[in-house]
């Protein structure tokens, strides 16, 4: 399988994530692919709240369920998401998901490719999207 062809069969799986989504309040529903080092793939769609602040996004789903499970490295996320079921722009992960991904990831390698189509994505490195960020590293003895 090459490359390209990886990426599809994990925006199909982002897709089939997304069908699940639960977004009576935005109906902005989300999917997330994470893939692990180990070739792992966890699934995540965004989880809404009627109290709103509660809600979990599609990517944060998709890390917490890999955390929980004992997995904790990763190589790529695939994000999907649109507006009742129109054909929207790439969906960019919010700032909180971003912050989340720099907790586990390194941003040199990590990867996060934004599709708005089966055959239609962007792969970006986590630190394009989160430079300058405060990590893990921040909290340790830098002396
Ligand atoms: N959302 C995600 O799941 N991921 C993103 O990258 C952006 C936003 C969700 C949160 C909320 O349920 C809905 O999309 C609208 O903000």
């Not at 992960?93 to 599709?115: H, K, S, W």
Request: glycine residues 8%; negative net charge; charged residues 25%.
């Amino acid at each position: 399988m090459t490359w390209d062809e990886h990426i599809r069969k994990l925006i199909k799986l982002a897709y089939e994530a997304q069908s699940r989504a639960y977004c009576p309040y935005s109906h902005f529903a989300t999917g997330a692919a994470l893939e692990a080092e180990n070739g792992q793939i966890f699934l995540g769609c965004n989880i809404e709240n009627a109290a709103y602040s509660p809600t979990n996004c599609a990517e944060r789903t998709a890390f917490f369920k890999a955390i929980s499970e004992g997995v904790r490295e990763f190589a790529r996320i695939v994000v999907v998401g649109n507006y009742e079921g129109k054909q929207g722009d790439y969906c960019a992960p919010c700032g909180v998901c971003r912050q989340v991904m720099a907790e586990f990831c390194d941003g040199e390698l990590f990867e996060v490719i934004l599709a708005r189509g089966p055959e239609d994505y962007r792969v970006f490195r986590l630190r394009e999207l989160l430079p300058e960020h405060f990590g893990p590293e921040d909290l340790r003895d830098q002396q």
